[in-house]
């Protein structure tokens, strides 16, 4: 079955109850109406987005799960390669700008190009993040355990920000797109979620609802993905209660480890990504907390250079969208879109890739042709266990 023809019976399976428990049964939330920026600013957040109990309700997340594990490629082990430096800005086979040649192959990538072309797709990701939103009606999230919590805020986190990436994708660079302009906000500031009648930007998940609930715990940044080959990953599955924590620590060592996270070496210093002063909050006496908190992930022959550092540097980033074949930039919008995979490997881009990347071409090329290929069975409907998001 095709994974086109498979988002019919996903977007059947929304339908289906969120929330399972063998334990206890809650009565449904009445959704308050929805605050506005000014009001939101006056207030607290709800209490209910706080605190916790030992053993409660859990989340049915296979929808979610499904569509992560058909639609993310995973890059797998970190690796400190580069791809070469070109003589132009940018080659017709790949769309890497000079100053992104350090971290041009890190990232977990997220098939945009397919739910570019395929509404019923981006309508699965829609549902889900209305679904996701609507939990919080159902059951006050204090009556879940803490780490169903965290699993629930970074899988609406990075639902919200697919969400949103798909709407303006083939776009590559996203940096206004996130961070704003003087002219406009940007898409990390507004007010775009709902939960439990509170208006919320993801800046809200990330620095006032995640720090308060989980205090001293930085690694809760790596489960924020944002479309971009510099944030975090995107993993493969979704994050629940029980794989969440665990996840995270593996996040952190990915993150750190590759280049987009850490460049240790070089005339410049001890480089990180940008991402680490916007979670600045995190981290209160800035250089010396972060610098404990790296050594804790970093490998051991790359310790020297971080200790030998005076300064730790933040002014690694790549705004770069993180499809799978890459995209063309152009003056009139980012409207160019170009597979790689339908073109050839000819010998000019073949003596500009590394080794390295002429295996992670393959793997996409592989990748593109299993998108449209037979994908597992799914079960009708109607056998399916409860399922949600």
């Not at 109406?33 to 109990?53: K, R």
């Not at 570019?116 to 939990?135: G, K, T």
């Not at 500031?189 to 439990?196: F, H």
């Not at 979670?279 to 020297?304: G, V």
Request: hydrophobic share 40%; glycine share 6%.
């Amino acid at each position: 079955m095709k994974l086109r023809t498979s988002v019919s019976v996903i977007a059947a399976l929304l339908l289906c109850p969120v929330l399972t428990s063998a334990a206890f049964a809650t009565p449904a939330v009445t959704a308050q109406p929805a605050q506005t920026q000014s009001e939101l600013q006056n207030q607290t957040l709800p209490a209910s987005f706080f605190g916790g109990v030992e053993q409660g309700k859990k989340i049915d997340y296979k929808v979610l799960d499904f569509v992560l594990r058909t639609s993310v490629l995973s890059e797998g082990i970190p690796q400190r390669s580069t791809v070469l430096e070109r003589e132009q800005r940018y080659d017709i086979y790949r769309s890497y700008p000079l100053g992104d040649h350090f971290t041009a192959l890190s990232a977990n990538r997220f098939h945009f190009e397919e739910y570019q072309h395929n509404p019923e797709m981006r309508d699965v990701i829609s549902q889900l993040r209305r679904q996701l939103s609507a939990v919080p009606e159902q059951t006050p999230l204090n009556q879940l355990t803490k780490n169903e919590q965290l699993a629930y805020w970074l899988n609406l986190y990075n639902v919200t920000v697919l969400d949103e990436v798909i709407k303006v994708y083939p776009r590559k660079d996203l940096a206004a797109f996130l961070l704003g302009t003087t002219e406009q906000p940007g898409l990390l500031s507004q007010k775009i979620l709902t939960v439990a009648g509170v208006r919320l930007s993801l800046d809200d998940i990330q620095f006032a609802i995640l720090p308060k609930q989980f205090p001293q715990q930085p690694e809760v940044i790596y489960g924020l993905y944002q479309g971009i080959i510099g944030s975090p990953n995107l993993p493969a599955f979704a994050y629940t209660g029980s794989n969440v924590q665990q996840q995270l620590v593996k996040n952190a060592a990915e993150f750190i480890n590759s280049n987009r996270g850490t460049l240790p070496k070089g005339t410049l210093g001890f480089r990180v990504s940008s991402f680490y002063q916007r979670s600045a909050a995190y981290f209160p006496d800035f250089q010396a907390d972060l610098r404990k908190h790296l050594a804790t992930y970093l490998r051991l022959d790359e310790q020297p250079y971080l200790q030998g550092s005076k300064t730790i540097l933040t002014n690694l980033s790549n705004y770069s969208v993180t499809d799978v074949y890459g995209t063309l930039p152009n003056t009139k919008g980012h409207k160019t879109a170009v597979q790689v995979a339908a073109l050839p490997l000819g010998p000019v881009v073949a003596r500009k890739l590394t080794f390295e990347q002429r295996e992670r071409y393959h793997l996409l090329k592989q990748r593109g042709q299993t998108m449209q290929a037979s994908q597992p069975s799914v079960a009708t409907p109607e056998k399916q266990p409860a399922a949600a998001i």
